[in-house]
């Protein structure tokens, strides 16, 4: 397994986000990880991206334990997109998926016939070689965020986390970025965890959906989530009407999902 959650707690505050909770994602899978506002889904990508804290627990990365793995060697293994809106006025896009080569560069960053060709495959394989000598300033969100995933892809790691990849875009954007995402986990054989508050991308486009349902969680494929009526709940709860059918939603009132 890619990743694997062992009686994992996190907490924020006083307050336990997930109490214990175990899991395991495989290589070659696209996850949707979803829940409602301040359920943890942020801090959950950053406790497995080793990036924030988590209290009891063990969390392995391709069979070996976070704990026991150096930052360098992790920047190997994990690859983690924030939510961001970035803008590098001053580095061309090339420059800035370059930058994924950092772990693998010698010592004074120069890079290597092998890294020039990542590279240039990174931004082949998202649709933005034509984009390579171009600045970000000028780019609109959803380019941006797609040379942000070149960049994350050139890292060259078997897991890619990413932070609500698709808040900024527009709905045509959001479903080319979740394509793209599930291009990268079945041809590149990735292994692709999205945090995401658009669930009609969740349930129609990911191979599994993490649902964090304080302080549990869930992962399942979508239908076996909805069979067993924990999506209708997560929706009841927040006044939305959900129709199990046609996995779409009717709005009742004002939500936080």
């Keep these: 397994m890619s990743i694997q959650l062992k009686n994992i707690t996190i907490s924020y505050g006083t307050r336990t986000l997930l109490d214990r909770v175990s899991t395991s994602l495989p290589e070659s899978s696209l996850t949707a990880l979803i829940g409602r506002n301040g359920t943890g889904k942020s801090t959950l990508l950053r406790a497995i991206a080793g990036l924030g804290r988590y209290h009891d627990g063990e969390i392995l990365l391709c069979g070996r334990p976070l704990t026991q793995i150096p930052a360098d060697e992790r920047a190997k293994i ?45 931004l082949n394989v998202v649709g933005m070689s034509s984009f390579a000598h171009k600045t970000m300033d000028a780019m609109s969100d959803g380019e941006c965020q797609r040379v942000m995933i070149a960049r994350a892809l050139a890292q060259d790691t078997p897991i890619i986390l990413l932070d609500e990849p698709t808040a900024f875009l527009d709905l045509p954007n959001r479903y080319s970025l979740a394509l793209l995402l599930s291009r990268l986990a079945h041809e590149e054989h990735k292994c692709v965890l999205f945090s995401t508050h658009d669930m009609d991308i969740a349930l129609t486009l990911c191979d599994s959906v993490m649902l964090i349902d304080t302080p549990r969680l869930h992962n399942d494929t979508a239908s076996q989530l909805i069979s067993r009526g924990l999506i209708d709940r997560l929706f009841t709860e927040a006044g939305i009407r959900f129709d199990p059918e046609t996995k779409g939603v009717r709005l009742e009132k004002k939500s936080d999902i």
């Design 78 to 122: 994990i690859a983690f997109v924030t939510t961001e809106k970035v803008r590098i006025p001053n580095l061309t896009c090339e420059d800035v998926v370059a930058l994924g080569r950092a772990p693998y560069t010698n010592w004074i960053g120069r890079l290597q016939d092998i890294d020039r060709e990542i590279v240039h495959h990174a």
